[in-house]
C-alpha cells in the first residue's frame, strides 16, 4: 500500500468521525463537553469549525507534500507545535495585533508558495509556517472555554491540527502521482484567492 493511501485509510474516518461530532446536537454536547473530555472535545472542535483555520492547515501539508524530502513531516509536525505557544499567549492574554489579518495573510501566503512551486530551504519554511503557527494558535487560546481545562484543550486543538495537516499531505502526494503537481498548484491558486476574501472582508 503506498503511503497516500495508507494516509487517506487512517485520516478521513478520523476527520469523518470528527463531522459527526461536530454536527451532534446541542442537547448531546451539553452532557459530553464537559471535564476533561469536554477541553479536549473543545478544542478539537475549534480548528475544524472555522474555514480559515483548515485552508491553513491543510496548506501546510499539501506544501510539505509538494516540497518533498523531510518538509513531508517535518512542517506537519513543526506546525502544531509551534502553535501551542501561540496557544499559550492567547490564554495568558498576552497582546498581539493583526490575528484574524495573519491568519487570513497566512491561507494568502501558503496558497501562492503552493501556485509558484516555491521550494525554499526547510528551514525557511519552518520559519514561515512557525510565524504563521503562533497567529493560528493564538486565536485558539484567546477562545478557549471558561470551563475548558487548558491543557486538554490545547491537545485537543493540536491533535485536529495534525488530522488535518495529514489529510493535506495525503492529498499531496496523491496529486504528485495523478498530474505531476499541477493539481496542486491550481488547488494552491484558489486556496490563495480564498485568502484574499479573508484578508478584505
Known amino acids: 500500500m503506498s503511503?497516500?493511501?495508507?494516509?487517506?485509510?487512517?485520516v478521513v474516518p478520523a476527520l469523518g468521525a470528527a463531522l459527526l461530532?461536530?454536527?451532534?446536537?446541542?442537547?448531546?454536547?451539553?452532557?459530553?463537553?464537559?471535564?476533561?473530555?469536554?477541553?479536549?472535545?473543545?478544542?478539537?472542535?475549534?480548528?475544524?469549525?472555522?474555514?480559515?483555520?483548515?485552508l491553513a492547515m491543510f496548506c501546510v501539508g499539501l506544501w510539505g507534500a509538494q516540497m518533498g524530502g523531510r518538509a513531508v513531516w517535518s512542517l506537519p509536525i513543526a506546525f502544531p507545535l509551534i502553535m501551542v505557544l501561540g496557544g499559550m499567549m492567547g490564554i495568558a492574554g498576552v497582546p498581539l495585533p493583526a490575528v484574524e489579518s495573519g491568519i487570513?495573510?497566512?491561507?494568502?501566503?501558503?496558497?501562492?508558495?503552493?501556485?509558484?512551486?516555491?521550494?525554499?530551504?526547510?528551514?525557511?519554511?519552518l520559519l514561515v509556517i512557525g510565524v504563521f503557527a503562533i497567529f493560528h494558535g493564538y486565536a485558539h487560546g484567546a477562545e478557549l472555554p471558561t470551563a475548558a481545562d487548558p491543557a486538554d484543550y490545547a491537545i485537543g486543538f493540536v491533535f485536529a491540527t495534525g488530522l488535518v495537516h495529514l489529510a493535506g499531505v495525503a492529498v499531496g502526494l496523491a496529486f504528485q502521482r495523478l498530474?505531476?503537481?499541477?493539481?496542486?498548484?491550481?488547488?494552491g491558486g484558489l486556496i490563495g484567492l480564498g485568502g484574499l476574501y479573508f484578508l478584505v472582508a
Open 179 to 187: 498530474r505531476g503537481g499541477e493539481l496542486s498548484r491550481a488547488l
Open 104 to 125: 487570513a495573510l497566512s491561507i494568502v501566503a501558503l496558497g501562492l508558495a503552493l501556485a509558484l512551486v516555491w521550494r525554499p530551504p526547510e528551514w525557511l519554511a
Open 21 to 54: 461530532m461536530l454536527a451532534a446536537p446541542g442537547a448531546a454536547e451539553a452532557h459530553i463537553l464537559q471535564g476533561e473530555a469536554g477541553g479536549f472535545l473543545h478544542g478539537f472542535e475549534h480548528p475544524l469549525s472555522g474555514l480559515d483555520h483548515l
Open 3 to 10: 503511503i497516500s493511501r495508507l494516509l487517506f485509510a487512517v
